[in-house]
């Protein structure tokens, strides 16, 4: 049972361009979302994150949109530069379930110069 | 350097032998956790622990035992390795509820 689910699997974006990937969820419970994003070889590192109170956050050319009603969060990369090249991941926890997360099955980005 | 520190980078095992992957932060973190990474199913999780001594079940956990006696250390333990566990193992860490978790470089996994 996926809780999490993620699309596209991989995307292809000319430099420069925006990158959207979609997620979501079916636990109401879940009161935390955060993106992760891994270069080969690495762990996840933690991208940005949003509570559900709010329905936009942005650090930089990163930026989730989140919408409580659809159960959607969506993360968009603005100006994508070949250095985003990366998969990322959403995720989602539940506070009162010891933060643990779960995750959707990741996207692949390949930004083309 | 703070963070999680994972060992060992790589592994082979043979069916049925065990293992031991350890991580150790010190970061001071009440909450680590295991997961497993496989292609196309995201990160799925195996084990955690809300603080030394305390640990639970996650998502996937048959076949695999954990322990805490330490806020710092939170080993994975593969009691009788079988191929369904090749896979990249990361454990991570966190200092409260609701944060971002840090996660160690990870473990490759190959049971043959």
């Known amino acids: 049972q996926q809780q999490v689910k993620q699309s596209p699997q991989s995307l292809i974006v000319q430099k420069g361009g925006i990158s959207i990937i979609n997620c979501a969820y079916e636990?109401?419970?879940?009161?935390?979302f955060p993106w992760y994003q891994q270069f080969p070889g690495k762990g996840p590192a933690l991208l940005i994150a949003?509570?559900?109170?709010?329905s936009e956050k942005k650090e930089g050319r990163f930026t989730i949109s989140f919408n409580k009603s659809a159960k959607q969060f969506s993360l968009h990369i603005m100006d994508s530069q070949p250095g985003d090249s990366a998969t990322y991941f959403c995720?989602?926890?539940?506070?009162?379930?010891?933060?643990?997360?779960?995750f959707g099955g990741g996207t692949r980005l390949m930004v083309k110069p | 350097n703070a963070g999680v520190t994972q060992t060992p980078k790589f592994q082979v095992l043979k069916t049925g032998q065990s293992m031991t992957l350890q991580c150790a932060q010190d970061?001071?973190?009440?909450?680590m956790s295991w997961y497993r990474q496989d292609p196309g199913m995201g990160l799925r999780l195996i084990h955690y622990?809300?603080?030394?001594?305390?640990?639970d079940q996650g998502e996937v956990p048959n076949g695999y035992n954990v322990s805490r006696s330490t806020t710092e250390d939170f080993p994975l333990r593969l009691l009788s390795a079988a191929p369904s566990q090749t896979s990249v193992y990361f454990c991570?860490?966190?200092?409260?509820?609701?944060?971002?978790?840090?996660f160690g470089s990870g473990t490759r996994l190959t049971v043959v």
């Open positions: 949003i509570r559900p109170d709010v």
């Open positions: 991570a860490s966190n200092q409260f509820q609701g944060g971002g978790y840090t």
């Open positions: 636990n109401t419970a879940f009161d935390y």
């Open positions: 970061m001071n973190h009440e909450y």
């Open positions: 622990s809300v603080g030394a001594g305390i640990t």
């Open positions: 995720a989602a926890s539940r506070n009162n379930a010891g933060n643990m997360l779960t």
